[in-house]
């Protein structure tokens, strides 16, 4: 297995770039003054945008190995690290996850009006620990990010959601996290006494590695590589989401604040994982599974686009329709080919643009009519013609329409799996079809025809903060439609690694006394 180099930082930018919405977070909280806080939590938002777009010139595209790493001692009777970095894999995922965090920001700016500077500050943190999800490198780190997400979550949908049911919500999320974080926790604490154990005698607690570098070093007997790989699917699994542990996102669609969904079907925190963890770290049983891991996003991508194609619910088709192309990107994971694994980057790149725009736009109706039922809409293409023509670009590019941003990721993808598994490749075709079918129809009912309700013909278009909003959005869309290397060009080298660290044979396990992780 080929090993991961690490280029150290000069400057802790990444953990600026972590802590600054963490600070922001406080500043916030400390303002009495809710406009105030409101501007100031924009800036911020703003400022660590500008922070992360930074740090893309400064990346080395044709270097796949890890860049800009910090490295500090955390808990040194269990050597546990502060261990951050990024590579092609996750340097993207910063970007996105700071203009996501912005357009949560403005587009709760006039519907949050209760404990308006808490909810500011909870995006704020939300956003500082899930980059520190992307930038860490230390399972413990990790680990910690990843629960950290949970209690802020949990605010979010309960305390301003827009259901009844907001609460149970809330808690069913929470509780859906939990069972996940306990195989990760599992799987980390396998993976941290297997590495003890190839090493020669010592305490316990002075053998213990959690950082992944070392660990991918480290052999895995074939017994413990099968259990590892299902606890760390399993984990991730159920944040992706994934059948049977997907229930939970349709409900947040539907009791949770348009915005907070956005984030959820924006930032595939759960598919991340097991692209950085799950595969690499048990390679063997990845490569023996790969066929079990490829039929479970089949089933996945057709179950959420046969259930989408019923749905009479904007919000709940869109969180069907965002588990269906989760169940597309398992199968290019699980395809094993460069194709397949710079496809699912891509559509995760994708996920932020698009099924986030599409969740807040359907936040926009709910505002403006109380509902998203298709009852309750019909022609609003002719009072809303702006909000129509975004929703319409959108709609086409979350189908994969040639020139948008869809097109490529989805082509990869259905390419990858036709070539690693045919008969996963005619699923991703069909669900194709059935894609389309499921977004054109229910765009022709709601945005089509005549109006028949009252307040529908009262409806205000898109506001100039929403609409320099979506713009930006639609641009993305098409400029990585027409120029998709701009996107696969940052992370070939890094997954062509990835792919390397899988289907090559482990080291020996006398190798690893003599690696130095600093090489």
Same mark, same amino acid.
């Given at each position: 297995?080929?090993?991961?180099?690490?280029?150290?930082?000069?400057?802790?930018?990444?953990?600026?770039?972590?802590?600054?919405?963490?600070?922001?977070?406080?500043?916030?909280?400390?303002?009495?003054?809710?406009?105030?806080?409101?501007?100031?939590?924009?800036?911020?938002?703003?400022?660590?945008?500008?922070?992360?777009l930074?740090?893309?010139?400064?990346?080395?595209?044709?270097?796949?190995?890890?860049?800009?790493?910090?490295?500090?001692?955390?808990?040194?009777?269990?050597?546990?690290?502060y261990?951050?970095?990024?590579?092609?894999?996750?340097?993207?995922?910063?970007?996105?996850?700071?203009?996501?965090?912005?357009?949560?920001?403005?587009?709760?700016?006039?519907?949050?009006q209760?404990?308006?500077?808490?909810?500011?500050?909870?995006?704020?943190?939300?956003?500082?620990v899930?980059?520190?999800?992307?930038?860490?490198?230390d399972?413990?780190?990790?680990?910690l990010?990843?629960?950290?997400?949970?209690?802020?979550?949990?605010?979010?949908?309960?305390l301003?959601?827009?259901?009844?049911?907001?609460?149970?919500a809330a808690?069913?999320?929470?509780?859906?996290?939990?069972?996940?974080?306990?195989?990760?926790?599992?799987?980390?604490?396998?993976?941290?006494?297997?590495?003890?154990?190839?090493?020669?005698?010592?305490?316990?607690a002075?053998?213990?590695?959690?950082?992944?570098?070392?660990?991918?070093?480290?052999?895995?007997?074939?017994?413990?590589?099968?259990?590892?790989?299902?606890?760390?699917?399993?984990?991730?699994?159920?944040?992706?989401p994934?059948p049977p542990?997907?229930?939970w996102?349709?409900?947040?669609?539907?009791?949770?604040?348009?915005?907070?969904?956005?984030?959820?079907?924006?930032?595939?925190?759960?598919?991340?994982?097991?692209?950085?963890f799950t595969?690499?770290?048990?390679?063997?049983?990845?490569?023996?599974?790969?066929?079990?891991?490829?039929? +479970? $996003?089949?089933?996945? /991508?057709?179950?959420?686009? &046969?259930? @989408?194609? !019923?749905?009479?619910?904007?919000? %709940?088709l869109?969180?069907?329709?965002?588990?269906?192309?989760?169940?597309?990107?398992?199968i290019?994971i699980?395809?094993?080919?460069m194709?397949?694994?710079?496809?699912?980057?891509?559509?995760?790149?994708?996920?932020?643009?698009?099924?986030?725009?599409?969740?807040?736009?359907?936040?926009?109706?709910?505002?403006?009519?109380?509902?998203?039922?298709?009852?309750?809409?019909?022609?609003?293409?002719?009072?809303?013609?702006?909000?129509?023509?975004?929703?319409?670009?959108?709609?086409?590019?979350?189908?994969?329409?040639?020139?948008?941003?869809?097109?490529?990721?989805?082509?990869?993808?259905?390419?990858?799996?036709?070539?690693?598994?045919?008969? +996963? $490749?005619?699923?991703a /075709?069909?669900?194709?079809? &059935?894609? @389309?079918? !499921?977004?054109?129809?229910?765009? %022709?009912?709601?945005?089509?025809?005549?109006?028949?309700?009252?307040?529908?013909?009262?409806?205000?278009?898109?506001?100039r903060r929403?609409?320099?909003?979506?713009?930006?959005?639609?641009?993305?869309?098409?400029?990585?439609?027409?120029?998709p290397?701009?996107?696969?060009?940052?992370?070939?080298?890094?997954?062509?690694?990835?792919?390397?660290?899988?289907?090559?044979?482990?080291?020996?396990?006398?190798?690893?006394?003599?690696?130095?992780?600093?090489?």
């Amino acid at each position: 297995m080929p090993l991961m180099p690490m280029s150290e930082a000069s400057f802790p930018l990444l953990s600026c770039i972590i802590l600054l919405p963490l600070l922001g977070a406080i500043v916030v909280g400390v303002i009495r003054d809710v406009n105030l806080a409101k501007k100031t939590g924009l800036i911020i938002a703003s400022i660590e945008l500008v922070l992360t777009l930074l740090l893309l010139p400064q990346f080395n595209a044709d270097d796949g190995n890890i860049q800009w790493v910090e490295r500090h001692a955390w808990i040194p009777s269990l050597n546990v690290e502060y261990l951050i970095g990024i590579d092609g894999i996750s340097v993207l995922f910063l970007p996105m996850t700071a203009l996501l965090t912005l357009m949560s920001v403005l587009a709760s700016w006039n519907t949050i009006q209760h404990l308006s500077r808490f909810h500011l500050a909870l995006l704020l943190v939300l956003e500082g620990v899930t980059l520190g999800v992307f930038c860490a490198l230390d399972l413990v780190l990790f680990f910690l990010f990843w629960e950290l997400t949970l209690p802020l979550i949990f605010f979010l949908i309960g305390l301003w959601g827009i259901g009844a049911e907001r609460r149970l919500a809330a808690i069913k999320y929470t509780l859906f996290m939990l069972f996940g974080g306990i195989s990760l926790l599992l799987a980390i604490i396998i993976l941290a006494l297997n590495h003890s154990a190839q090493l020669p005698e010592g305490g316990i607690a002075q053998e213990l590695i959690f950082n992944l570098p070392a660990l991918l070093k480290t052999p895995l007997p074939e017994h413990l590589q099968t259990i590892v790989f299902v606890l760390l699917l399993l984990g991730f699994a159920v944040k992706a989401p994934l059948p049977p542990f997907h229930t939970w996102l349709p409900t947040v669609a539907m009791e949770g604040s348009p915005h907070t969904t956005a984030l959820l079907v924006g930032l595939k925190l759960g598919v991340y994982g097991i692209i950085r963890f799950t595969l690499p770290l048990a390679p063997s049983a990845a490569v023996e599974y790969s066929w079990v891991l490829g039929v +479970l $996003g089949a089933i996945t /991508l057709i179950y959420g686009a &046969l259930i @989408a194609l !019923y749905q009479t619910n904007l919000r %709940r088709l869109l969180a069907y329709a965002s588990i269906s192309h989760v169940g597309l990107v398992i199968i290019g994971i699980a395809s094993l080919n460069m194709q397949g694994i710079q496809g699912a980057l891509f559509q995760l790149f994708n996920f932020t643009i698009i099924a986030s725009s599409l969740m807040l736009i359907a936040g926009f109706i709910q505002h403006r009519l109380g509902s998203t039922e298709v009852v309750h809409l019909g022609g609003l293409a002719k009072v809303m013609p702006k909000l129509t023509c975004f929703y319409f670009i959108f709609t086409l590019a979350s189908i994969g329409i040639p020139g948008t941003s869809g097109f490529p990721a989805e082509l990869l993808l259905i390419i990858s799996a036709l070539v690693a598994h045919p008969s +996963l $490749g005619i699923a991703a /075709l069909a669900a194709a079809v &059935l894609g @389309a079918a !499921y977004m054109l129809d229910f765009t %022709r009912k709601a945005f089509f025809g005549s109006i028949i309700h009252q307040t529908v013909r009262q409806c205000q278009d898109l506001r100039r903060r929403e609409l320099l909003l979506l713009c930006a959005l639609a641009l993305l869309v098409l400029v990585f439609g027409l120029f998709p290397n701009l996107i696969l060009h940052t992370h070939e080298k890094a997954a062509d690694m990835w792919l390397s660290q899988i289907l090559e044979q482990p080291i020996k396990s006398d190798e690893v006394a003599d690696m130095d992780l600093s090489e």
